[in-house]
């Protein structure tokens, strides 16, 4: 599996211009050399200022960070080297901000570019005010067009799957043809909720289940992937995740925080959420878990995200490995145990 984050779409291999904001996720089979999930993502650092006007600067964000804490949170111990992230910085990168990767023992490589800063953003709450403060730090269009291209060119069966997740400048009516043509040569489309819609040109304060379903069955009919039975993963926030696949109903995951009273207190930072949900989701998926299960793992780890501003803290004990004080285990039990009180007919943790 491999993330990588774009600002304009895919323009390169479906006319719109590749940069470093989309996300590609790549899956692929291996020998044990290799790693199983691998980001491209973007890592920024942020400068993020509050309401009371004080602020917390230095603060690692970016897809990349946070695709690949989801995905770290599900594979402790010697597992851990399965995750890997491609970064691009500039010379400025903090070097505590790196040597706090480097306790996640994730594969890790570090390019930095003499001469160049490294991303940072500005994040004003209550105001609304979200955007960089110095150029990203492009990842070269040519590497990523490569790995697309690779399934097409290379003969015989390619069993890596990819992922992409659109940014939200390039969702848009106008580039609704671009993205269609794009997400037949990847296996699974993940927008959030708000992408989606702005997509086919809607409002994005509508959360009816049915209109996302509509929407989603349109890629679906278009075609995801090479031979069109790819898969649709829409982030609805705190609506939850709705999955969708040719020939099976629509299945939608319910978040680890669903609104009620156990979010109070509990969710702090909303920032990320939807890139560790397909880190997690990710893992879920190279497993071989169901669609319903894999999505589970992507709620999982997306709940540990929303707990703190900035990424959820890893405490690795005798012989477990403790996320904001808290396993993976343990929520996925819970998230479990409640789809359980809601539907006791319910199969799990299939879903499909």
């Known amino acids: 599996?491999?993330?990588?984050?774009?600002?304009?779409?895919?323009?390169?291999?479906?006319?719109?211009?590749?940069?470093?904001?989309?996300?590609?996720?790549?899956?692929?089979?291996?020998?044990?050399?290799?790693?199983?999930?691998t980001s491209f993502g973007l890592a920024v650092i942020d400068e993020i200022h509050f309401g009371d006007e004080h602020a917390v600067t230095g603060v690692l964000g970016g897809s990349g960070s946070y695709f690949t804490a989801g995905a770290r949170i599900f594979c402790g111990g010697d597992d851990a080297k399965n995750v890997a992230w491609r970064v691009h910085a500039g010379e400025d990168f903090p070097l505590d901000v790196e040597a706090g990767l480097l306790k996640w023992q994730v594969d890790i490589c570090i390019q930095k570019f003499k001469g160049h800063k490294s991303t940072r953003g500005l994040l004003v709450y209550f105001d609304g005010t979200f955007g960089p403060?110095?150029?990203?730090?492009?990842?070269?269009?040519?590497?990523?067009?490569h790995l697309i291209t690779m399934r097409t060119d290379k003969p015989g069966?390619?069993?890596?799957?990819?992922?992409?997740?659109?940014?939200?400048?390039?969702?848009l009516p106008g580039n609704l043809a671009a993205c269609f043509e794009a997400a037949r040569t990847v296996d699974v489309f993940s927008p959030n909720h708000i992408e989606l819609l702005r997509l086919f040109g809607l409002g994005a304060e509508t959360h009816d289940k049915r209109v996302l379903e509509s929407l989603a069955t349109a890629f679906l009919q278009s075609g995801i992937g090479r031979e069109g039975n790819g898969l649709v993963v829409v982030r609805a926030g705190e609506h939850g995740s709705l999955s969708m696949k040719r020939?099976?109903?629509?299945?939608?995951?319910?978040?680890?925080?669903?609104?009620?009273?156990?979010?109070?207190?509990k969710v702090v930072d909303t920032t990320g959420a939807g890139n560790a949900f397909l880190g997690g989701l990710a893992v879920g998926l190279v497993r071989k878990k169901s669609l319903s299960?894999?999505?589970?793992?992507?709620?999982?780890?997306?709940?540990?995200?929303?707990?703190?501003?900035?990424?959820?803290?890893?405490?690795?004990?005798?012989?477990?490995?403790?996320?904001?004080?808290?396993?993976?285990?343990?929520?996925?039990?819970?998230?479990?145990s409640r789809e359980r009180e809601t539907d006791p007919s319910i199969e799990l943790p299939t879903c499909y």
Not at 9 to 24: E, N, P, V, Y
Not at 249 to 257: H, I
């Open 1 to 37: 599996m491999i993330h990588s984050h774009d600002s304009n779409g895919l323009r390169r291999f479906s006319r719109l211009s590749w940069r470093s904001k989309d996300a590609l996720h790549f899956d692929a089979a291996r020998d044990e050399s290799q790693p199983m999930v």
């Open 157 to 171: 069966r390619d069993e890596t799957l990819i992922i992409w997740e659109p940014a939200p400048p390039s969702c």
């Open 133 to 145: 403060t110095s150029p990203d730090m492009q990842r070269d269009a040519t590497e990523l067009r």
């Open 293 to 336: 299960e894999a999505s589970r793992f992507g709620a999982v780890a997306a709940s540990f995200t929303l707990e703190q501003i900035g990424l959820p803290v890893l405490d690795v004990g005798k012989h477990t490995e403790f996320w904001n004080g808290d396993t993976p285990t343990m929520r996925l039990d819970v998230l479990r």
């Open 247 to 265: 020939g099976s109903p629509p299945c939608w995951q319910t978040p680890f925080y669903n609104g009620d009273s156990d979010v109070t207190g």
